[in-house]
């Protein structure tokens, strides 16, 4: 059976902060990530395993990689959305893929900036409510 009650927008804007984080539970969790090139190029992406995407990147490229820090948000499309506009705030800089010619820090404040900017750590934030609720629609559809 469907649970229809959880995808009407009354009852998400009637729910308390604890239906809000059971829901993105139900959700799943997806991770937006960077990984740093020793002596290059940092890489902003996204995966529901980081520590897995990891390890098949380093075992494609030839030098020394370190994963810097990841960020656990609710379900892909956040990540992904997450992961857009951090690459277009760093376009001017692109190496070539998800690869910018970026420190570290450049490219883990630019994911927060971007997390702070879309108030995703405001659980009522309507943008955070319509991606919930899409990823609701996919998951209970």
């Not at 740093?36 to 897995?52: V, Y």
Request: glycine share 4%; charged share 30%.
């Amino acid at each position: 059976m469907k649970r229809q009650t959880i995808l009407t927008k009354e009852r998400f804007d009637l729910a308390s902060t604890r239906e809000l984080e059971r829901w993105a539970h139900l959700v799943g969790h997806h991770h937006v990530y960077v990984i740093h090139e020793i002596e290059g190029p940092c890489k902003i992406g996204i995966a529901d395993k980081p520590i897995r995407r990891f390890g098949s990147i380093r075992t494609s490229n030839p030098r020394e990689l370190k994963m810097i820090k990841t960020w656990r948000m609710p379900g892909r499309a956040v990540s992904a959305r997450i992961e857009k506009e951090c690459h277009e705030r760093l376009s001017e800089v692109r190496v070539r893929g998800e690869w910018f010619d970026v420190s570290p820090g450049l490219a883990c404040s630019t994911v927060e900036m971007v997390i702070h900017d879309f108030e995703l750590f405001t659980v009522t934030a309507d943008r955070l409510r319509e991606d919930i609720i899409h990823n609701l629609v996919v998951k209970f559809s």
